[in-house]
């Protein structure tokens, strides 16, 4: 048993579980933080967490081509992801009510990653205040999927990194939310495009800014200012 009760638990190195059998447990003043190397096998099923306990990512998230739901039944629930955390090589789900949040002011890194299996708020993920969601060269697929800027005045973005066109795919929304304006999609490389899906909606209850006046933008999707007062500049 792994038991994080009213201390922080920090994993490390190279570490495994054999499932329901060796048990996780968070309990609600208690703090696991996954980090080392590990499977998606190792945290799923086994895992039992009170309210109020935090389960944090410091290191990688492989999901290994396929799929990995924070709300399923043993699954470590709401994920707080902290500077320098990344995802990659799968489906991200957030079903029965849980998230994957991006702590203030972290650098985060999703490389060939998924949000959601095609139903409403299976792949919610929330950048707060500050902080970058750098998306990996490749692109991101949105399947439902709903990525929120939660900026509170200190620039929080949407970086899509790599050459040529890089694409925000599927079906889903980016949303300009928080207390300010100071959200941004954008891409990073000097020669990159920005392409917008057909599915994706980019709007918000805050202004916004979608694009870089010195890079490209290619959208095929609808970039909505739906909010009295907001301006999404592009």
């Known amino acids: 048993t792994l038991w994080a009760n009213t201390g922080t638990l920090t994993t490390a190195g190279s570490w495994s579980s054999s499932g329901a059998s060796d048990l996780i447990q968070v309990d609600a003043t208690g703090t696991l933080n996954l980090g080392g190397t590990f499977t998606t096998s190792a945290i799923s099923g086994n895992v039992t967490r009170a309210t109020g306990s935090t389960v944090n990512l410091v290191n990688t998230l492989d999901l290994a081509t396929g799929s990995y739901d924070l709300g399923a039944a043993g699954n470590i629930g709401s994920l707080v992801l902290l500077n320098n955390a990344a995802v990659q090589n799968g489906t991200l789900l957030t079903t029965n009510a849980t998230s994957a949040t991006l702590a203030s002011f972290a650098n985060v890194t999703f490389t060939g990653v998924t949000l959601g299996n095609g139903t409403a708020n299976s792949g919610n993920v929330t950048a707060n205040n500050g902080a970058d969601l750098f998306i990996g060269s490749g692109g991101l697929d949105l399947n439902a999927g709903k990525i929120t800027l939660n900026d509170q005045g200190s620039t929080t973005t949407l970086t899509l990194l790599g050459n040529g066109t890089q694409q925000l795919r599927g079906s889903g929304e980016v949303i300009f939310g928080g207390t300010s304006s100071a959200g941004i999609v954008r891409g990073s490389a000097s020669d990159s ?16 800014t979608v694009g870089s006046a010195a890079l490209g933008l290619a959208n095929h999707g609808t970039i909505d200012a739906d909010t009295v007062g907001k301006t999404i500049t592009i």
């Open 193 to 208: 495009i920005l392409d917008i899906g057909a599915g994706i909606l980019i709007h918000g209850t805050q202004s916004g």
